[in-house]
T-cell receptor, first 113, second 113 residues
Framework: DADVTQTPRNRITKTGKRIMLECSQT?????MYWYRQDPGLGLRLIYY???????NKGEISDGYSVSRQAQAKFSLSLESAIPNQTALYFC????????????FGPGTRLTVL | ELKVEQNPLFLSMQEGKNYTIYCNYS?????LYWYRQDPGKSLESLFV?????AVKQEGRLMASLDTKARLSTLHITAAVHDLSATYFC?????????????FGPGTSLSVIP
């Protein structure tokens, strides 16, 4: 089984809808991240969490919210989706005290019509 | 604000040739990562560079880090088609902030027979 999983893998939704993207990990890492990827822009950090009680905004948090339900679960919500949130979303994890190398999930392709 | 730049952004090279991808960053950091992304896939960690002068090699790829110049290089030796992918460098902001990682825009490499 994959160490970092994301659900759903693909999602098409309409403007104004609320959606949630979920991430689970079995690596035992304490740190989790949400990124979005747009062509030509690399990855941009949306939110990150260093433990269940610590959640921080990244570069582009407007329009997004997150929940760290447990050490292994980190969810990203779009309260009212808009077309420019169409992107590929990645969850990642890293371990405190080591190299901080990040391990990525398979991604969720989100389309907002 | 930390900025991470990569050069070139697009690279088309013939099999058997050598080339170097450059990653420049704008503030102090001694942790840098290289990732590979195949089309439609997630990011795979290639190298973790944790100090000035660090050099890592894996197959036809070699990465180095010069923290004084704020420069990392990814050198490709005798390219083969299987190396076609997008390569990202990512810089850890380390002690200047939380351990957030900022990604470069990526270098799209195409190796032509």
């Amino acid at each position: 089984d994959a160490d970092v999983t994301q659900t759903p893998r693909n999602r098409i939704t309409k403007t104004g809808k609320r959606i949630m993207l979920e991430c689970s990990q079995t690596k035992g890492h304490d740190r989790m991240y949400w990124y979005r990827q747009d062509p030509g822009l690399g990855l941009r950090l949306i939110y990150y969490s260093f433990d269940v009680k610590d959640i921080n905004k990244g570069e582009i948090s407007d329009g997004y919210s997150v929940s760290r339900q447990a050490q292994a679960k980190f969810s990203l919500s779009l309260e009212s989706a808009i077309p420019n949130q169409t992107a590929l979303y990645f969850c990642a994890t890293s371990d405190f005290g080591t190299s901080h190398e990040q391990f990525f999930g398979p991604g969720t392709r989100l389309t907002v019509l | 604000e930390l900025k991470v730049e990569q050069n070139p952004l697009f690279l088309s090279m013939q099999e058997g040739k050598n080339y170097t991808i450059y990653c420049n960053y704008s503030t102090t950091s001694d942790r840098l990562y290289w990732y590979r992304q195949d089309p439609g896939k997630s990011l795979e960690s290639l190298f973790v560079l944790l100090s000035n002068g660090a050099v890592k090699q894996e197959g036809r790829l070699m990465a180095s880090l010069d923290t004084k110049a704020r420069l990392s290089t990814l050198h490709i030796t005798a390219a083969v088609h299987d190396l076609s992918a997008t390569y990202f460098c990512a810089v850890d902001m380390g002690k200047t902030s939380y351990d957030k990682v900022i990604f470069g825009p990526g270098t799209s490499l195409s190796v032509i027979p």
